[in-house]
C-alpha cells in the first residue's frame, strides 16, 4: 500500500500543477461578489451560465486599471491560475482586465464622467464668466511643448497688453496627473484673471491624464476661471466639462480669454466717427437753438415792442384822423343842413306881404282856435297889432 500523503504536501502538488500549467489564461466572465480592500487589493468572481471562478488583482496591478470594476460588468481577464494552499482552493490572478466589447479607456471615462456629472461638477449654473480684460492669464502646461509657443504668438498678435504666466506641468506619463492638480492649486494661487489647463495633440493615452478624477477636482475648486484646452477639436475629455470654459486647442483658449486688438481699433475709428457726426449734430441742432433764441430776442425786445406800440399809436392816429375827419365832414354837412334848414324858415324869409302871426298872452295859437270877443295880437317882422274878434265865418 502507497505511503499516504500530508494534505499540505498535496496541495503544494497541486499548487505546483496549477501554477506551471495554467500560466497564461485569458478567460471570459461576468463580475460577482465585488471588493476592493483597503489594502488596494481587488477580489471578486467571474462566472457564466454553469460555474464560477474566484478572482484577485493585486494593488501592483490593479493601480493601473483605468476603469472601475462593477458587479454584473462582462470582462476580459488575463492572468494565471494560483493555488492558496492553507485553504486547499485555487483562484485566478489578474494582471490586466478589460471591459468585454468596450476599451477600458472609453469606460472609465463614461464611469467618470456620470460619477462627476451626479456630483454636479458639470453644472452649467455654477461656471464662472471670463473677465472681458483680463491682465494676467496663468498656463499649466509643459513649458517645452508647441501649444505654449502657439498661444504666446496668439497672445502677442491679439493683445499684447496680458501678462502670461507658465506654470511648467508634465502633461502625460506616469505621475502626470497629480503633477497637473498642483499646478492648478498653485496657480489658483496667484490671483489671475483667468487660468488655461492643457496640452496640444495627442493619442488618448497622451492625453489621459486630463480625464483623471484628481484633475477635475482641482479645476473644480479653482476659485480662477479655467479654460481646459487639451488636444484638438475632435478630443473631449473629463477636464472640459468641469472647467468653466471648453477651447478647441491651445490657441483657441487664448482666442477666447483675450479680445481681439483689430476689431477694438475699428471699433474704435466707428466709435470717433459717430461721435463726430453726432457732435457736429448737437453743434447745429445748438446753433440753430441759438438762432431761434437770437430770433425771439429780436422779436421781443423793447425796440420792436416800441415799434409795435408806436406803430399801433400811428395807426390809431390815423384812424382817429380819419375818422374825426369824416366825423367832422359829416357834421359840417349836418350843420350845413341845418343853416339851410333854418334859412330857409327863417320868419324873416316865410312872412311874405299879407301874412302875419297870430299870437295870445304871448303864445302863438292856430287862426282856427280863436272865439268871439277874445283878445289876439298880429305881429309881423315890422309890426305888432292887437285886435278884438267880433266874428268868426267859415270859408
Known amino acids: 500500500m502507497n505511503q499516504p500523503l500530508s494534505v499540505s504536501t498535496l496541495n503544494n502538488q497541486i499548487k505546483s500543477l496549477l501554477e506551471t500549467t495554467f500560466i497564461g489564461v ?12 483597503s489594502s488596494g487589493h481587488i477580489y471578486f468572481s467571474i462566472k457564466d451560465e454553469n460555474s464560477t471562478l474566484s478572482c484577485v488583482m493585486f494593488k501592483g496591478n490593479a493601480q493601473y486599471l483605468k ?3 462593477e458587479v454584473g460588468m462582462k470582462i476580459l481577464i488575463s492572468g494565471s491560475i494560483t493555488a492558496y494552499i492553507p485553504r486547499g482552493n485555487y483562484q485566478l490572478m489578474c494582471t490586466k482586465i478589460e471591459p468585454d466589447g468596450q476599451g477600458s479607456l472609453a469606460l472609465a471615462f463614461e464611469q467618470l464622467k456620470e460619477k462627476l456629472q451626479k ?5 452649467l449654473r455654477i461656471k464662472k464668466t471670463l473677465p472681458k480684460y483680463p491682465k494676467n492669464i496663468v498656463i499649466v502646461t509643459s513649458p517645452t511643448g508647441a501649444a505654449i509657443e502657439d498661444m504666446k504668438k496668439v497672445a502677442q498678435n491679439r493683445w499684447p497688453l496680458v501678462n502670461l504666466i507658465l506654470i511648467p506641468t508634465l502633461v502625460q506619463g506616469e505621475g502626470s ?14 490671483n ?25 477636482r482641482a479645476i473644480f475648486e479653482a476659485k480662477t476661471p479655467v479654460i481646459s484646452a487639451v488636444g484638438h477639436e475632435v478630443d473631449f475629455l473629463i477636464s472640459d466639462f468641469v472647467a468653466d470654459v471648453r477651447a478647441a486647442t491651445p490657441s483657441n483658449a487664448i482666442e477666447i480669454a483675450l479680445p481681439d486688438r483689430n ?38 425786445s423793447l425796440d420792436k415792442k416800441f415799434s409795435f406800440v408806436q406803430k399801433e399809436i ?3 392816429k390815423s384812424n382817429f384822423t380819419n375818422s374825426f375827419s369824416q366825423i367832422l365832414r359829416q357834421k359840417q354837412n349836418e350843420l350845413t343842413q341845418l343853416k339851410n334848414t333854418y334859412e ?52
Open 67 to 69: 476603469f472601475r470594476l
Open 263 to 300: 476689431e477694438h481699433l475699428l471699433y474704435l475709428d466707428n466709435l470717433r466717427e459717430e461721435f463726430s457726426n453726432r457732435f457736429k449734430r448737437v453743434l447745429f441742432n445748438k446753433e440753430q437753438v441759438v438762432l431761434n433764441y437770437k430770433k425771439y430776442f429780436e422779436q421781443h
Open 119 to 123: 456630483e454636479g461638477l458639470f453644472d
Open 314 to 316: 400811428d395807426y390809431l
Open 192 to 216: 489671475c484673471d483667468i487660468m488655461i489647463v492643457g496640452r496640444g495633440g495627442g493619442s488618448i493615452e497622451d492625453l489621459w491624464a486630463f480625464n483623471e478624477e484628481i484633475v477635475a
Open 177 to 190: 496627473k497629480v503633477d497637473i492638480a498642483n499646478s492648478i492649486k498653485k496657480a489658483d494661487s496667484l
Open 26 to 37: 485569458y478567460v471570459q466572465g461576468e463580475i460577482s461578489n465585488l471588493t476592493y480592500h
Open 344 to 395: 330857409a324858415n327863417h320868419p324873416d324869409k316865410k312872412i311874405k306881404d299879407g301874412y302875419v302871426q297870430v299870437s295870445k298872452n304871448n303864445h302863438i295859437i292856430s287862426l282856427d282856435s280863436v272865439k268871439i270877443n277874445e283878445q289876439i295880437t298880429l305881429e309881423t317882422t315890422k309890426l305888432s297889432v292887437t285886435c278884438n274878434i267880433l266874428d268868426i265865418k267859415q270859408i
